[in-house]
């Protein structure tokens, strides 16, 4: 069964705070992707890896920075957490080919930044 | 940009009444892939359904089905006897081939009602 895990459900920081979300995904994907959810605007694209060391922005990407030293291990970094950030967070993944592009969630984690 | 439209925001209906998610997108490309995901309140995506602009073909598995018409762009999903089970929100998304990227409509709730 394919799996895409999240460290944490929920997460409360302090403005300021670094913030580390880390995702995990056991089906070999080359791709791995963040998202963030927030109500009335659907999940934007902070950031993309398609390979080990690599990244590329999406849509969102400012006040964020992202790392993958790992093909299974993607993490989203905050580096100064701000309110604006209090956010559900969505991690997925994907494989390159083959026509099969559907992306595998994880569960989320619903950052509150005070 | 070229959007994904899901216009309608919430939808309530009564057990056992069918249900269509209208789903809308704007693309240039010839190559595209489109996507169903289901969000129930326990937060996950959970994959539907991929489909490629080379097939049109209508699809159905078990109580839901889709309808692809590249005439209208549209991609929208019916429900049959809705249960109370179906409620969650949808999400429709667009993929041009080779990006693995994809754009997402801002998502339909649907109350299914006992």
């Known amino acids: 069964d394919v799996k895409v895990t999240q460290s944490s459900r929920y997460l409360v920081k302090r403005t300021g705070e670094k913030v580390f979300l880390e995702c995990v995904q056991d089906m070999d994907h080359e791709n791995m992707f963040w998202y963030r959810q927030d109500p009335g605007l659907g999940l934007r694209l902070i950031y993309f890896?398609?390979?080990?060391?690599?990244?590329e922005k999406g849509d969102i990407p400012e006040g964020y920075s992202v790392s993958r030293e790992k093909k299974e291990r993607f993490s989203l970094i905050l580096e100064s957490a701000s309110t604006n950030q209090t956010s559900m967070y969505l991690c997925?993944?994907?494989?390159?080919?083959?026509?099969?592009?559907?992306?595998?969630f994880g569960p989320g984690t619903r950052l509150t930044v005070t | 940009a070229q959007k994904v439209t899901q216009a309608q925001t919430e939808i309530s209906v009564v057990e056992k009444e069918d249900v269509t998610l209208d789903c809308v997108y704007e693309?240039?490309?010839?190559?595209?892939?489109l996507f169903w995901y289901k969000q129930p309140p326990s937060g996950e995506l959970v994959f539907l359904i991929r489909r490629n602009s080379f097939d049109e073909q209508n699809e159905i598995s078990g109580r839901y089905s889709w309808n692809f018409q590249k005439s209208t762009s549209s991609f929208n999903f019916t429900i049959t006897a809705s249960q109370v089970v179906d409620s969650a929100v949808y999400f429709c998304a667009r993929m041009t081939s080779g990006t693995y990227k994809y754009i997402f409509g801002t998502g339909t709730r649907l109350k299914v009602l006992a």
């Open positions: 693309t240039r490309d010839t190559t595209y892939y």
């Open positions: 997925a993944s994907s494989s390159h080919g083959q026509g099969r592009y559907e992306q595998y």
């Open positions: 890896s398609y390979d080990v060391k690599m990244k």
